[in-house]
């Protein structure tokens, strides 16, 4: 038990749609960064978040975006969904205080566009 | 993205001790190893993670070279709750932005 939760756990949407998927942080923690995930792959860092503001960003185009609110959960939206969207999307979270701190990851929630 | 060097697969027998190898030729002196494991259909679970010396925690420990160009991942008594895909990445700078590779996919032998 890692203490982060995401939700919803499974979806399915259409092609051009949009999503919001939610994570909430292990209590303490100010970091949050969001991973895809493709079926037999490596998690693919998508960006972070340290209080509240985007702290760096991979290589995913703006219609991925997120929110990081006071409390320290955070959000993950995308728009105008692709087929390959399609992925488990992990949340990971850790309270930044200072290099090398633990990094704890969610269940994912499971995304499949059709 | 400082790069890590896995072997795709490995095998050991239950209730033996595991060696896995990873190499980061590239690591600089900043960079630290982390350590996850991924079961089918969950997320990533923290194994372990240093910076320059060993490290020991209830699940494993971690041999670092003294180069620190690689590093070994050590289960001390496999069992098979163990199987899983074992990740070995380098956090650059302690940022906590991770760079997967495709990990070693560990089989435990019954």
């Known amino acids: 038990e890692t203490g982060v939760t995401q939700s919803p756990t499974h979806l399915i949407k259409t092609r051009g749609q949009q999503v919001t998927l939610r994570c909430s942080s292990q209590?303490?923690?100010?970091?949050v960064s969001w991973y895809q995930q493709a079926l037999g792959q490596g998690p693919q860092f998508i960006f972070q978040?340290?209080?509240?503001?985007?702290?760096g960003r991979g290589n995913f185009p703006p219609r991925f975006s997120g929110l990081q609110f006071p409390n320290y959960s955070s959000e993950l939206n995308v728009n105008a969904l692709e087929l390959d969207d399609s992925a488990l999307y992990l949340c990971?979270?850790?309270?930044?205080?200072?290099?090398?701190?633990?990094?704890?990851f969610g269940e994912g929630s499971w995304l499949t566009v059709v | 993205d400082a790069k890590t060097t896995q072997p795709n697969s490995m095998e050991s027998n239950e209730e033996e001790p595991v060696h896995l190898p990873c190499n980061h030729s590239?690591?600089?002196?900043?960079?630290?190893i982390h350590w996850y494991r991924q079961l089918p259909s969950q997320g990533p679970e923290y194994v372990i993670h240093?910076?320059?010396s060993n490290v020991n925690n209830r699940m494993a420990s971690l041999a670092i070279a003294e180069d620190r160009k690689s590093s070994t991942l050590i289960l001390h008594r496999a069992t098979l709750r163990d199987a899983a895909v074992y990740y070995c990445?380098?956090?650059?700078?302690?940022?906590?932005?991770?760079?997967f590779g495709t990990g070693t996919r560990l089989t435990i032998i019954p």
């Open positions: 240093g910076l320059t």
């Open positions: 978040y340290y209080r509240e503001e985007e702290n």
């Open positions: 209590s303490g923690h100010n970091t």
């Open positions: 990445i380098l956090d650059e700078f302690g940022n906590e932005k991770l760079t």
């Open positions: 990971a979270s850790s309270a930044r205080t200072g290099a090398g701190n633990t990094i704890y």
């Open positions: 590239t690591i600089s002196g900043t960079d630290y």
